[in-house]
């Protein structure tokens, strides 16, 4: 294996970028943990968060990404026609063939101009799809390029990834550091082929490794990316005011912060997993959205994504001045938490099409 | 399957894009070239800002096909703050809380299956109640 210096390891623009404009999208409906326990443990369980969001009928992957990357326009304050790229990672994409990206362009007023593409890495396309965009316009062939992760996540009912699957959506503009609300020093990915969690073709639900998620998947790859990227910038956990990992339960993104060094304080507002439960590909960057709608300027925050098969994306954030003047400007994670109608089971069922018609 | 009118209309389905006449200012939806006040061509668009109030509304409880597996449905008619009505679904609603005269905001959702789940999905307008900006 080739050995790299800590600082070349770092993936850092040659233009510096930042982000312009972000925006999330939560559905209304909730479930609680323990109604999936009521039905399916006799109402004993250990629950893994309190309850999850669920998306409506009329709801997908689509219309979630529209709505986030309408509210990250009205933050940033540019037109759509400035956005070179419309990237949406996710899971759930509504089509196996047909992108989602070209409906977002189209509803956004973004096309014709624009690159458009669907990516695809478990729980952190959203963030695979920033990284990108920090490279597309951090080369300059581009001024913005919007980075999408949004997800309908589905779990087999009974199954211990049915409480949290969730859904939600985070729009990101990435765009030049001298408009930006705030600016992304250094990103580094840490990727290896981990068999943690899978989804076949053509089949509905995910399967998973059960124990196996945690050591050599989710920890290995989330320690690895943001304590290799700490050591490269020559940070430790006391220079970050804020702190954000990937969700798929309340427990792990808290044992992962408490390893790197991590204190409760620094993750508690970008911890909302157990209020909306794990929107996959939107996790962690809804998770960033709530820390960014609270910050201040000079804020340094470390976010670090998971996808499963297996990766993580670290990234280092500086909040700066233009912070406050955009804050307000579009709904806010906590307004979309607040929106909140609690459902039963079978309201859940129908749903999410849990209930076979034909 | 109606592929040709789903294309031909995403434009104003999507993002409530009408026109706008340059000789009296009237504001249209959906866009039709000729402006019903003052009769002159217009065909310049104009995106509506999505808002506007419940003028009426109904339940619909048997719903044509298409959309019979979303019933039961509130379907009103939304006067936008630029001067049309429209007739659109609400979403995100509860019946007991509707009411005429309801400020409403335009959201982008699925509106059906063109044919089965085998056809293109359709997305378009519906309107929500309005979420303010802080």
Known sequence: MTTLKPSTKLLKPARSVGITGYGVYIPRYRLPAQEIARVWAGGKAALPIKEKAVPGLDEDVITMSIEAARNALARADIHAHQLRAIWVGSESHPYAVKPTSTVVAEAIGAVPNTQAGDWEFACKAGTEAIVASMGFVGSSMADYAMAIGSDTAQ????????????????????????????????????????????RRENQKYPEHGSRFT?????????????????????????????????????????????????????IEPGLLAPVIGNPYSASAIIGLSAVLDIAKPDDRILLVSFGSGAGSDAFDITV????????????????????????????????????TMK | ?????????????????????????????PPRDICPECGGEADTLYTFSGNGEVYSYTTVHEGPAGYDD????????????????????????????LQIGMPVEMVTRKLKNDGDERGMIVYGYKFRPRMAVA
Not at chain 1, 155 to 168: F, K, V
Not at chain 1, 169 to 187: D, M, V
Not at chain 1, 325 to 332: C, E, F, I, M, V
Not at chain 1, 339 to 354: L, P
Request: net charge negative; aromatic share 10%; charged share 25%.
């Open chain 1, 214 to 266: 945690g050591e050599p998947a989710y920890f290995k790859h989330t320690t690895s990316a943001g304590s290799t990227m700490m050591e490269a910038l020559g940070v430790t956990a006391k220079d970050y005011q804020w702190a954000i990992f990937h969700q798929p339960n309340a427990k792990f993104p808290q044992r992962a912060a408490k390893m790197l060094g991590f204190t409760p304080e620094q």
């Open chain 2, 70 to 97: 979303s019933t039961p449905y509130t379907v009103a008619l939304v006067k936008l703050d630029e001067g049309p009505t429209v007739t659109a679904q609400l979403t995100d609603v509860d019946e007991d809380s």
């Open chain 1, 320 to 355: 700066t001045k233009e912070i406050t003047n955009r804050q307000d400007k579009a709904l806010k994670v906590q307004d979309y938490i607040d929106r909140r109608t609690e459902i039963d089971y079978a309201t859940y069922a129908r749903m999410r099409g849990k209930i």
């Open chain 1, 155 to 198: 779990g087999r009912p009974g199954d211990a990834l049915e409480y949290t699957a969730a859904a939600g959506g985070a729009a990101f503009i990435i765009g030049p550091a001298e408009n930006a609300l705030a600016t992304i020093n250094a990103s580094y990915s840490y990727v290896t082929d981990t068999p943690d969690f899978w």
């Open chain 2, 1 to 29: 399957m109606e592929i040709p009118r789903h294309w031909r209309l995403k434009q104003q389905r999507y993002r409530l894009v009408g026109e706008v006449c340059q000789h009296c200012e009237s504001k249209i939806f």
